[in-house]
Each structure stands twice: as C-alpha cells, then as structure tokens.
C-alpha cells in the first residue's frame, strides 16, 4: 500500500507522518512525504535548503520506524493541493492523509484550504489528522 503524507513541517503536519507511518506498517505499506512549494522566483534558497532538510529528518525517522520511505520536494508552480493530487495521481498512491488546521472564516476564504482541495479531489481515499 502506497500512503502520501502532505508534509508542510507544522505539528499537525509530523501528526500526519505518525499516522501515515503507523498505518503502514500494519498494512505493510511504503510512505510517501511531499512538501509542495509554488516554485518561482518567490522561493528562497534558505526555505529550499531548509525544506530539504525536514524532508531528511522525516524520512530518516519514519524508516527507523521499519516503514520504507520516499520524500519530494515539488516546485511545479500549483498549489500544495493541486501538487498532492496529482502527486497522488501520478504515482498511483492508495491511501493519502493530511493534516488539518483550524482556520477562520476569513483565513479560509483568502488562503483556501489544501486539506479541503486534497479531499475533494483525491481519487483515493483521505484520511485527515488534527
């Protein structure tokens, strides 16, 4: 079983990783951890490095956790929920999970929400994590 955890270095975010980690290695599964970037010249070469680095960290824990793990670091130009869905899409992943933050009306209405892009649009299962 392939599991995509969105990865964006919050806490609810390490809640997903645990979650996806735990269920995979009750089903036998590998981990996928996928931070999204929009690319362009908006990103800075100290938030990549720093993104990269996370990615490590993560990687390195949920395999010491005996689950097999792939981490990626997209810049395609979408947002976080598009990247997870095709993402999902194009490596053909069973199961995704995301973690959830609580927004307000206003925060929700101008910076949308990936959680609720990814469970809308996913063609797999969601599970979300708060």
């Known amino acids: 079983m392939k599991i ?19 269920m995979a290695r009750k089903l036998d599964g590998q981990v996928y951890v996928v931070a999204s970037m929009e690319g362009g010249m908006g990103e800075k070469i100290e938030e990549i490095r720093r993104v990269k680095e996370d990615l490590e960290k993560v ?3 949920v395999e010491q ?10 810049a395609r130009g979408l ?16 199961h995704i ?4 933050e609580k927004k307000s009306r206003t925060r929700k209405l101008l910076l949308g929400s990936t959680a609720q892009f ?6 797999c299962p969601v599970t979300s994590v708060k």
């Open 79 to 94: 947002t976080p929920g598009e990247d997870l869905v095709r993402f999902a899409a194009e490596n053909e992943i069973d």
């Open 59 to 61: 990687r390195q824990k």
């Open 97 to 100: 999970v995301v973690g959830i």
């Open 4 to 22: 995509l955890v969105g990865y964006n270095g919050s806490e609810v975010a390490v809640k997903a990783v645990d979650y996806a980690t735990d």
């Open 118 to 123: 990814v469970i809308l649009k996913a063609s």
């Open 65 to 74: 956790d005996g689950v097999a793990c792939e981490t990626e670091q997209l």
